[in-house]
Every structure is written in C-alpha cells, then in structure tokens.
C-alpha cells in the first residue's frame, strides 16, 4: 500500500513502488519525480521504523548517503558559474596550506572526479574529529596523495565531502550548509539534523540477505588495495565499514546533528527531487540554477573503469563531480546526471527530459538490488512515449 500523489500519465512509477513495498514488507521507500519544473510523483509507503512498525509519512526523511556528493558538485558547479569558483585552478589557491606533501597542482576538477590521490587518509581519527570537522581539514593538508593526482581515479567516500566543502568555504565564504539550502530552495533537505526534526528520520539497516559488508572474493587482491578501501570508507578508522547499525554510525543522532559533508544529507524524496529539478529547469517559477553551458562543462565523461584500486565491476562514470549513467547508476538517459547512495538510493536530473528523480528507503541493500533501476525504467517507459530521449 502506498501514499500519495501522481499524474494519470506516470502512474506506472507510483505501481513500481508499490510493487517493491510488497515484495519487502520490512521495507520503507519514497519515490519523487518532477518534470518540467512541477511534481508528476510524490509517493511512499512500507515502514519507516521496522522496530516499531511506525510508517512511512509524507514528511519521513531518509538519509541520502552519498546522494549527498552529487548535491556538493552542483553547489561547486553553480560557485563557478557565478565566478566565485575556477575549477580548473589549483586548490591552493583558495586553500593555501593544501599544497603541501605534493598537492600544489591539484585542481577542484580533480577533487570532484575523484581524481586528487586523496580517497583516503593516513592519519587515524576518531568519531569525536569526525564531528568536529577540524581535524578531518587538518589531515587532509598533511596528506601526501596515495597517487599522482590526475592520473588515475578512486572513490573519494568520505574525504571527497571535506575537501569539497573547505574549498567552497574558502571561496566563497559561505559554509556548506549554506550553499545546500540555496540549491534546495525549501526545507526537508537538510545537512544537520535538529532533535526535532531527528524524529521524523526512517532509521536506516541493511537487508541481511541481499548486502555483502565484507569483502567479496574478487576485492581488491594487494593488501595497500585492500587497506586503502577499507580506510576510504571508515575515514581512517572513524567510522566501520557497515556504516549504519541500530542508533550508531551514520544513523547516530550526534552524526545526523554534525551533518558529515559527504554523506550527510537527509531529506524527503520529494525535497530531494524538487532540487534535481531545480537545477536543470525552471521549477516553481524560478530559472533553472545551471545554466546550458554549465551543465555542458560539468557532465564531460572524465573518469570511468576500475581506477588505480582495481576494483570489480560495474564501474561509475565520472564528471565533475556527478556520476552519469551506468549500471551502478540507472538514470534515464546518457544526459542524466546526480549521484546513488549506499544501500540503493538514486537522485538525479535529466536536463533533456527536464526530469528531477529522486528513490530513498531506509532498507539498505549492496548486492542484487534492481529497486532503482525498475523505478527509473517504469519512469522512462512514460517518458520515451512523450518525449524522445536517448
């Protein structure tokens, strides 16, 4: 059973969704879809709290995960429209003490294509450094690259929110949260959370039987491979690798309140697909944040393949910032763009179908999982009869 609204026409979208909430009765999920700038799907369903059976509503929030970083890449991209922000400029330039231990010549583009030699850090820290931030910024100046930068790509899982945000800082003089609230436009999508609104976040679990949380047989095989992965993902021992467990690591109510930069984000799908759309076209009135040009720049292909930690496929294909589409993320069409989120979620904008997207549930899953695919292919099934995308 969902809730909800939908377009006659994109009513396959609203069926998918409750197709999936009745395969996983554990489930809780919301799906948004926005075209031409107004809401043609706001539906959810299932449960937001399995341990107390309390359901899905139209205001539950969802942690984003990794969503979040397409959102600091369109907050980087809009910088640089504005002239606030030369990518292609080494970061030193606005960040002088970064240049140290051989990172004079990175750029932001590097940075933002997981292209800086930086995925993880040397330095062990704590949970405590993780909220205070600080020390996450201090590490990242002392951090030798773990390649030449620009020479290869790795996932930058949590470093690649600090450095984003710090450069952003220092350009602009405005902070994170800031530029996130702009790009939103509205609430209900929120780096850091506040007690009162910590009571309407789905916690967030893995789906036990379809989640692999150790290394898969065909990991990385060298130990600095496995090491480097390991440390990416926890933020040198910060953090442990499952990420989400009952009240603790990202669905820590101190975590939520810190709003860690890459993977803190929590909103309502609704919110989250609102500001995809906002970003490509005209939405409730206001011009569409990225201009043509904009878009053109930040959506070359720029990193793509296993990369220098020789990972399994699939692969992610990598612009500025944004992921593309790719069997790791099933957007629309190759001029998709926006970013997945561990566990499943998928955000992203299409400025050719003028399409803001947004999948978010709090069932986590890392291994045969189709949700956002079907979700996007019901989507796509409506718009290749309107519309010719490819």
Known sequence: MIDGHWAPDYAPVARTLADLLAEDPAAGAAVAVYVDGRPVVDVWGGRADPRTGARWAADTLAATFSCTKGLLAACAVRAAQDGALDLDAPVAAYWPAFAAHGKAAVTTRMVLSHSAGLPALDADLTRADALAGTPVVEALERQRPLWPPGSGHAYHAMTYGWLVAEILRRATGAPLAEHLARLAGRPDLLLGVTATDAARVAPAGWDRARSRLTFPADAPSTPWRRRTVTRAITLGRAFTPELVGDGTGLDDPAVLAAGLPAVGVVATARALARTWSRVVTETDGAPALLRPEAVRDATRVLAEGPGVLDLPPPHARWATGF??????????????????????QLAFADPVARVGFAYLTN???????DRAERLVGSLRSVVDGRTSVS
Not at 327 to 344: K, N, T
Not at 363 to 369: A, E, G
């Open 323 to 344: 992921m593309l589409r790719s069997p790791i993320a099933p957007m629309l069409a190759e001029s998709s763009f926006g970013h997945d989120g561990a566990g499943g």
């Open 363 to 369: 069932r986590l899953r890392n291994h045969d999982d």
